[in-house]
């Protein structure tokens, strides 16, 4: 016996973005070991490509993960890309996509 169901494209996507979305992280916690890199200033700077005195800004007011270690200031690369990840901007669906072509 099949069971089939009609219904249209954009609420398949829709479906399938809030399924996908709900299990992320369960996907993501069993295939991606955590990375424990510690990162100086420096070594942080040249990561993020931005100069060292925008990451002190950060810190200073508290934008950017770090830990703080007597008069030292360390960041831990999977806390700043978890950070970097709060603003990804996510792709249109490829329905709404081929609405606005059309």
């Not at 070991?33 to 508290?62: G, S």
């Not at 270690?69 to 996510?90: M, P, V």
Request: proline letters at 5%.
């Amino acid at each position: 016996m099949e069971a089939k169901l009609n219904i249209p494209e954009e609420f398949a996507d829709r479906i399938a973005e809030r399924v996908l979305e709900h299990l992320k992280p369960y996907i993501t916690a069993t295939n991606k070991k955590e990375d424990d890199t510690i990162f100086t200033i420096d070594e942080l700077a040249q990561y993020l490509k931005v100069d060292k005195n925008w990451i002190y800004q950060r810190t200073r007011f508290h934008e950017i993960p770090y830990i703080k270690k007597g008069k030292y200031c360390r960041f831990k690369k999977s806390a700043i890309d978890a950070w970097l990840n709060q603003d990804a901007i996510r792709p249109l669906p490829s329905s709404t996509i081929r609405k606005k072509l059309c």
